[in-house]
């Protein structure tokens, strides 16, 4: 047949795809399966009632399913022409409940509120084949449906990373066509505070900017605007924000920002490193209660939902302990320590927001000295603290079995779709207790580039265990997502694997060959790892390679993993550098200990790390000193030694002490070149490395070079982890 005839069928024919329930996510609560057809064409009209809001989800709908397929319906009166039609049932029982029935005629979906008729038109969507076409048809189907827990959320972290509106708006996209319907947004921390407040400038001039171990500045903040636009946005897609302003801990970047707000008043940065600080509002201060006071107004006031949450997690007590004003205020209100002024703290909080109309939500720490029922507490320390809750009278959320920062490969798809997080037998006669339960995405390892591979698909999978907890066929489930996906390409969601990370690194070097080697785990096949070698940010038309790549010239090295040409993590840095103690026999006095021990010779591969310890390129000590010598092989003139630490005193690891080089022919007989003493403040939260190079005009020829640093040890009083060992951190001794 010509081809032109071909295509004037295909215009008198177009092309019919058929749609059927059998990839729907969350799985619904009935499926019925009927007769026939509905034929969904340009002629179909969208009828719905006259009020705003199902006006409203008429247009979600008909822009949902132009955006999708390609057809642009019109929203009109009914007629006896095929329609889909948005209709208020009261017979359609159960909060968020609704009914879909799809015939030859029409689509009808019902529901008794306006919640109800939005997740219908969801479940239509879902109906809808990828790609677009002139028509398709839906297979006949009755679906009745409601969700098990009314709190089906996900929590993400901007105050660690932040997150550009327009991938917070993308996210509630997400979350809205799988039917969670909180978004837990975590808006202040110690290392930024994310909300403009007008009446304390400061907090985003100051407090929303940190300087990162290599000088840069990194942060940003929402305005006021912002807010109000994410809250509206999310609103017309049936999911509530609730904001999190973290008291009276993790309060860094506010104290950045008004020193006087913690009970020492002295200046600090914002920290760049991750971990506990000891910096949080002085409880005997009553400018802590008038700034927090005016912060949740403002913040009430631009967020609708009923909930504020606080925080309430982590609160080291020693300010507290030693401040005059906090003991009096012990005194004052009959309190019997620190964990008692905590308490009052919290329900000085939750009358506040009382007075608002908002109820308070913090994590299960706001329990220790006793916390008032009427707050609900969402719980991530375990099944201990939900029945301490329960037995309470607190209204419940689970989080802690779903924390999606952790690694995929520790916590699958799968395992997340496995999970009861109520078998616990403490929920036992307090299930009208429970509200449900959310995935926190905490960011201290996450930024916009990994985002989203981190949420999906595990939270789809949370998504369906929420809505149907009955719905507990893992290989169906597997199905269904996979059907997903061509959607979720076509939205461009950089979307991670079900059950390993996205890339693992391993780098090697080989010094028979002088070669460097990277080899990487990919966890998609169609990744493709793109580099540059010059320092630069590799883009979608750098060179590229798939499992391994060598190199044999020394070079600074940045990879990073591409799919359908979008950019999935931030770029991986390897710095080869040449050195004369390349691949030598290194000896120790004392072992690294085995967490920080790295693979091969870390300190003698050549490769300079980053600030993060736990790249495999830093080796550390716990507690012990550093003890090292290098077998030149044989004697070896030099003219430079260079030796870099790492200081993230939130983490416990600081400067050394002291660092001494010294050489010998022998081994035995040992002249020492150097010895430099080391200034350490274990109350310096920056992130910092410390370079100790020593130099000479005139070439040192020995065999042996040995290098000592001298651990901090105990940390100090007044530290998060005082009477611990600290740890001590270096990543190369460079020989040149």
Same mark, same amino acid.
């Given at each position: 047949?010509?081809?032109?005839?071909?295509?004037?069928?295909?215009?008198?024919?177009?092309?019919?795809?058929?749609?059927?329930?059998?990839?729907?996510?969350?799985?619904?609560?009935?499926?019925?399966?009927?007769?026939?057809?509905?034929?969904?064409?340009?002629?179909?009209?969208?009828?719905?009632?006259?009020?705003?809001?199902? &006006?409203?989800?008429?247009?979600?709908? $008909?822009?949902?399913? !132009?955006?999708? @397929?390609?057809? +642009?319906? #019109?929203?009109? %009166?009914?007629?006896?022409?095929?329609?889909?039609?948005?209709?208020?049932?009261?017979?359609?029982?159960?909060?968020?409940?609704?009914?879909?029935?799809?015939?030859?005629?029409?689509?009808?979906?019902?529901?008794?509120?306006?919640?109800?008729?939005?997740?219908?038109?969801?479940?239509?969507?879902?109906?809808?084949?990828?790609?677009?076409?002139?028509?398709?048809?839906?297979?006949?189907?009755?679906?009745?449906?409601?969700?098990?827990?009314?709190?089906?959320?996900?929590?993400?972290?901007?105050?660690?990373?932040?997150?550009?509106?327009?991938?917070?708006?993308?996210?509630?996209?997400?979350?809205?066509?799988?039917?969670?319907?909180?978004?837990?947004?975590?808006?202040?921390?110690? &290392?930024?505070?994310?909300?403009?407040? $007008?009446?304390?400038? !400061?907090?985003? @001039?100051?407090? +929303?900017? #940190?300087?990162? %171990?290599?000088?840069?500045?990194?942060?940003?903040?929402?305005?006021?605007?912002?807010?109000?636009?994410?809250?509206?946005?999310?609103?017309?897609?049936?999911?509530?924000?609730?904001?999190?302003?973290?008291?009276?801990?993790?309060?860094?970047?506010?104290?950045?920002?008004?020193?006087?707000?913690?009970?020492?008043?002295?200046?600090?940065?914002?920290?760049?490193?991750?971990?506990?600080?000891?910096?949080?509002?002085?409880?005997?201060?009553?400018?802590?209660?008038?700034?927090?006071?005016?912060?949740?107004?403002?913040?009430?006031?631009?967020?609708?939902?009923?909930?504020?949450?606080?925080?309430?997690?982590?609160?080291?007590?020693?300010?507290?302990?030693?401040?005059?004003?906090? &003991?009096?205020?012990?005194?004052?209100?009959?309190?019997?320590?620190?964990?008692?002024?905590?308490?009052?703290?919290?329900?000085?909080?939750?009358?506040?927001?009382?007075?608002?109309?908002?109820?308070?939500?913090?994590?299960?720490?706001?329990?220790?000295?006793?916390?008032?029922?009427?707050?609900?507490?969402?719980?991530?320390?375990?099944?201990?603290?939900?029945?301490?809750?329960?037995?309470?009278?607190?209204?419940?959320?689970?989080?802690?079995?779903?924390?999606?920062?952790?690694?995929?490969?520790?916590?699958?798809?799968?395992?997340?779709?496995?999970?009861?997080?109520?078998?616990?037998?403490?929920?036992?006669?307090?299930?009208?207790?429970?509200?449900?339960?959310?995935?926190?995405?905490?960011?201290?390892?996450?930024?916009?580039?990994?985002?989203?591979?981190?949420?999906?698909?595990?939270?789809?999978?949370?998504?369906?265990?929420?809505?149907?907890?009955?719905?507990?066929?893992?290989?169906?489930?597997?199905?269904?997502?996979?059907?997903?996906?061509?959607?979720?390409?076509?939205?461009?969601?950089?979307?991670?694997?079900?059950?390993?990370?996205?890339?693992?690194?391993?780098?090697?070097?080989?010094?028979?060959?002088?070669?460097?080697?990277?080899?990487?785990?990919?966890?998609?096949?169609?990744?493709?790892?793109?580099?540059?070698?010059?320092?630069?940010?590799?883009?979608?038309?750098?060179?590229?390679?798939?499992?391994?790549?060598?190199?044999?010239?020394?070079?600074?090295?940045?990879?990073?993993?591409?799919?359908?040409?979008?950019?999935?993590?931030?770029?991986?840095?390897?710095?080869?550098?040449?050195?004369?103690?390349?691949?030598?026999?290194?000896?120790?006095?004392?072992?690294?200990?085995?967490?920080?021990?790295?693979?091969?010779?870390?300190?003698?591969?050549?490769?300079?790390?980053?600030?993060?310890?736990?790249?495999?390129?830093?080796?550390?000590?716990?507690?012990?000193?550093?003890?090292?010598?290098?077998?030149?092989?044989?004697?070896?003139?030099?003219?430079?030694?260079?030796?870099?630490?790492?200081?993230?005193?939130?983490?416990?690891?600081?400067?050394?002490?002291?660092?001494?080089?010294?050489?010998?022919?022998?081994?035995?007989?040992?002249?020492?070149?150097?010895?430099?003493?080391?200034?350490?403040?274990?109350?310096?939260?920056?992130?910092?490395?410390?370079?100790?190079?020593?130099?000479?005009?005139?070439?040192?020829?020995?065999?042996?070079?040995?290098?000592?640093?001298?651990?901090?040890?105990?940390?100090?009083?007044?530290?998060?982890?005082?009477?611990?060992?600290?740890?001590?951190?270096?990543?190369?001794?460079?020989?040149?």
């Amino acid at each position: 047949m010509p081809r032109h005839l071909v295509a004037l069928l295909l215009l008198a024919f177009p092309l019919c795809t058929q749609a059927t329930a059998t990839g729907v996510i969350p799985q619904p609560e009935r499926i019925e399966a009927g007769r026939g057809s509905f034929a969904l064409s340009p002629n179909v009209r969208i009828v719905a009632p006259a009020d705003r809001r199902a &006006q409203e989800i008429a247009a979600f709908l $008909r822009d949902g399913i !132009r955006e999708d @397929s390609g057809i +642009a319906l #019109r929203i009109g %009166a009914a007629t006896r022409q095929p329609r889909i039609e948005l209709r208020t049932d009261p017979s359609v029982q159960g909060e968020e409940a609704y009914r879909l029935s799809v015939t030859t005629q029409r689509i009808e979906i019902a529901a008794a509120d306006d919640r109800g008729l939005f997740w219908g038109v969801q479940t239509l969507r879902q109906l809808l084949p990828p790609g677009h076409h002139a028509s398709l048809s839906i297979a006949a189907v009755r679906i009745d449906d409601a969700p098990r827990y009314a709190w089906r959320g996900v929590m993400l972290d901007a105050a660690r990373h932040f997150i550009p509106v327009a991938l917070v708006k993308q996210q509630i996209d997400l979350l809205s066509r799988y039917k969670l319907n909180v978004l837990h947004w975590h808006l202040t921390d110690d &290392q930024g505070w994310r909300i403009e407040i $007008r009446k304390y400038p !400061r907090l985003t @001039s100051v407090g +929303a900017w #940190r300087t990162e %171990a290599d000088g840069s500045r990194s942060g940003g903040f929402y305005t006021r605007q912002d807010i109000r636009d994410v809250v509206e946005y999310a609103r017309q897609r049936n999911v509530m924000i609730v904001p999190e302003i973290e008291m009276p801990g993790h309060a860094s970047a506010a104290v950045a920002a008004y020193p006087s707000l913690s009970c020492p008043q002295q200046p600090i940065e914002v920290p760049a490193t991750w971990g506990v600080f000891t910096d949080i509002y002085c409880a005997g201060d009553e400018a802590s209660f008038t700034f927090l006071h005016d912060v949740l107004s403002e913040v009430a006031e631009l967020f609708p939902a009923p909930y504020i949450h606080i925080g309430g997690d982590e609160v080291p007590k020693q300010q507290w302990a030693q401040s005059a004003s906090s &003991q009096q205020r012990m005194r004052d209100e009959h309190l019997a320590g620190v964990d008692a002024l905590q308490s009052w703290f919290i329900q000085r909080i939750q009358r506040d927001l009382e007075a608002r109309g908002k109820t308070l939500v913090g994590w299960d720490e706001i329990l220790e000295g006793g916390a008032d029922r009427n707050a609900i507490v969402e719980m991530w320390r375990g099944d201990a603290e939900a029945a301490k809750a329960l037995a309470n009278g607190n209204r419940l959320i689970v989080a802690g079995p779903f924390y999606l920062d952790t690694p995929i490969e520790e916590l699958t798809t799968q395992d997340i779709y496995r999970i009861n997080p109520f078998a616990s037998p403490a929920f036992a006669g307090h299930q009208d207790q429970v509200l449900g339960a959310e995935a926190p995405l905490w960011s201290e390892y996450v930024t916009p580039r990994n985002l989203e591979a981190m949420l999906y698909p595990r939270a789809v999978a949370l998504a369906e265990r929420l809505w149907n907890p009955d719905a507990n066929d893992y290989a169906d489930f597997q199905q269904r997502l996979r059907a997903q996906y061509p959607w979720l390409d076509a939205q461009h969601i950089a979307y991670g694997p079900e059950d390993r990370d996205l890339v693992d690194y391993k780098l090697d070097y080989n010094p028979l060959q002088h070669r460097w080697r990277v080899r990487a785990a990919r966890g998609f096949d169609d990744i493709a790892l793109h580099y540059t070698v010059d320092g630069s940010e590799p883009t979608a038309q750098s060179p590229s390679f798939g499992d391994v790549l060598d190199r044999y010239v020394p070079a600074t090295l940045k990879v990073a993993p591409f799919r359908h040409g979008v950019p999935y993590l931030p770029s991986q840095t390897f710095q080869a550098v040449d050195n004369k103690a390349l691949g030598k026999p290194v000896t120790y006095l004392t072992a690294p200990d085995p967490h920080y021990a790295g693979a091969g010779s870390p300190l003698v591969d050549g490769v300079i790390g980053d600030d993060n310890f736990n790249d495999g390129l830093w080796m550390g000590w716990r507690g012990n000193d550093l003890d090292a010598t290098i077998d030149l092989l044989p004697a070896t003139p030099f003219h430079h030694i260079q030796m870099r630490f790492l200081q993230q005193s939130g983490s416990w690891a600081l400067l050394p002490r002291h660092v001494t080089y010294a050489v010998s022919d022998d081994g035995k007989t040992w002249r020492t070149l150097q010895s430099t003493p080391i200034p350490v403040d274990p109350k310096d939260l920056r992130a910092m490395i410390r370079t100790v190079r020593f130099d000479t005009a005139t070439p040192v020829t020995a065999r042996y070079l040995r290098v000592t640093a001298q651990n901090y040890g105990m940390l100090p009083p007044g530290h998060e982890g005082a009477g611990k060992p600290a740890h001590l951190f270096t990543d190369e001794i460079l020989v040149q």
